[in-house]
């Protein structure tokens, strides 16, 4: 019993030879014995009596049914109880959108502690979901709204909230998540101004538990609209948080991304050298395609030859595949092989017989700045004439493209003034490697739109 209990064959067949010498001793057939002893040893691999097959077939049939009659029910259900485990959580939102539901962001407004269902096709996101929040201060703050109305801007929400519970971690997690973006869509303004809501809600709790009215005889807690300064806070000018931070935010809170993909910033460049989006995809004999896509899941293991080999799978976001990184190609680009990493990949593709879809082998992998090194031919600048005459203009390009050089890629400058314009190209010996870090540096001198890579 304790054998079959562990499914270890070697377990297993250790008892095999007592039990069948024990057997023919009690006077029963050595071959009924041995087949007595099969049956056992198949039960122990994974088996249960016709009583639980009856009740698994029975739960099975009654969750099939109510996935098929009420997908959004289902599915939130579903979420909610699996939503401490963020991989289940990320997995079973995929599952949503291949059914055709829209898992809208979270909104600590309309928002639940478990996922809701606000129609038969929109599931309103879990606020429990979000890692670094805790269901005692998500309970306080659902329970506020529902008492006195939605909250208006963050300093609404930390005066009325107990930040004993609601901390600042709590809600910079909120933040990060972009279940705050209804009280400000600028998250970066929100994380600045949270120092100061945070005070000002102190404040003012000090204040009432002294049993002090402000000037006009109004508790804090009554006031009828936002103070002057707090309007003020609001209408502060801050730079939104770029898209990959604030991606990073969401992926860090929520475990995916969910209202943007890391790929999104690169679309128009990669389909100058892709063949096709991942949906696109079909198989071609001795033809190598090229695709791009983040990594969301890869598995490393020993091929029967011994050889490291590795599967991983790419999503664009018009879909996904499964890529197998064989021996040769795993021990040229294993540096490369991580989670989250935007990459480029050339192979073939073929018809999966396991799964009914496609599969992709790769020849080879690059990164967006490998990629560009490979596909690219050079790099455009824009100049303006007033720019081009400033001090230092030149030395300051110079300074720029150096630690750059060496690559493959011709440097083009635009130059236009008032009367002329001109293309001209940097000598050879200023050929660069067009990183991202590169072009972001000649942004800032060019500004974003004046700054293409060249295909």
């Known amino acids: 019993r304790r054998a079959m209990g562990k499914k270890k064959p070697e377990e297993m067949a250790k008892q095999r030879e007592g039990f069948v010498a024990g057997a023919v001793q009690r006077g029963v057939d050595e071959k009924t014995a041995a087949h007595i002893f099969d049956l056992m040893e198949k ?62 962001s979270p909104d600590v407004n309309r928002c639940d502690f478990s996922f ?36 208006r801007d963050l300093f609404d929400l930390c005066r009325r909230i107990d930040l004993r519970k609601a901390n600042r971690r709590v809600l910079e997690a909120l933040i990060r998540s972009g279940a705050l973006d209804v009280l400000d869509a600028n998250r970066a303004r929100s994380m600045i101004l949270l120092t100061e809501a945070l005070q000002m809600a ?16 109004g508790s804090g807690a009554a006031a009828a609209g936002p103070a002057d300064d707090v309007v003020r806070a609001l209408a502060r000018e801050v730079p939104e948080w770029d898209e990959e931070q604030r991606l990073l935010g969401e992926k860090e ?9 890391p790929i999104e910033r690169y679309r128009r460049e990669l389909s100058r050298f892709v063949s096709a989006s991942i949906a696109q995809l079909k ?8 695709v791009a896509g983040l990594v969301v899941a890869i598995r490393t293991m ?3 030859r011994g050889e490291r080999i590795a599967f991983m799978t790419l999503d664009d976001r018009s879909g996904r595949i499964e890529i197998a990184v064989f021996s040769e190609a795993y021990q040229k680009y294993r540096d490369l092989l991580s989670k989250d990493r935007l990459l480029v990949v050339e192979g073939s593709v073929s018809v999966d017989e396991y799964s009914g879809g496609y599969r992709m082998s790769a020849e080879k992998i690059y990164d967006i700045d490998r990629a560009r090194g490979v596909y690219a031919k050079g790099v455009e600048i824009d100049v303006q004439a007033k720019r081009a005459a400033a001090d230092g203009f030149s030395g300051m390009l110079a300074r720029i493209l150096e630690p750059f050089r060496e690559g493959r890629c011709t440097v083009w400058i635009n130059y236009e003034g008032d009367g ?4 001209m190209a940097l000598g050879r010996e200023w050929s660069v490697n067009p990183t991202d870090e590169l072009l972001h540096r000649l942004g800032e001198v060019a500004g974003p739109d004046g700054v293409r890579v060249i295909y």
């Open 202 to 217: 102190e404040r003012q709790l000090r204040d009432s538990e002294l049993g002090q009215n402000d000037l006009f005889g």
């Open 420 to 423: 002329a314009r001109a293309r």
């Open 302 to 304: 020993n091929s029967r």
């Open 116 to 151: 809701t269902v606000q129609d038969d096709a929109t599931i309103l996101y879990g606020l429990g979901a979000i890692k670094g929040v805790g269901e005692a201060a998500l309970t306080g703050v659902t329970a506020e709204r529902a008492q006195n109305g939605p909250f």
């Open 283 to 290: 198989p071609t004999a001795d033809q190598t395609v090229v």
């Open 253 to 261: 809170t929520l475990g995916l991304y969910l209202t943007g993909h």
């Open 43 to 104: 039960f122990a691999g994974y088996g249960f009596n016709k009583s639980h097959s009856a009740a698994y077939a029975l739960i099975a049939y009654q969750t099939a049914w109510l996935k098929a009659h009420y997908p959004a029910d289902f599915m939130a259900a579903v979420l909610s109880a699996d939503m401490d485990n963020t991989d289940k959580v990320v997995m079973l939102i995929d599952e949503c959108r291949s059914m055709g539901l829209k898992v809208l």
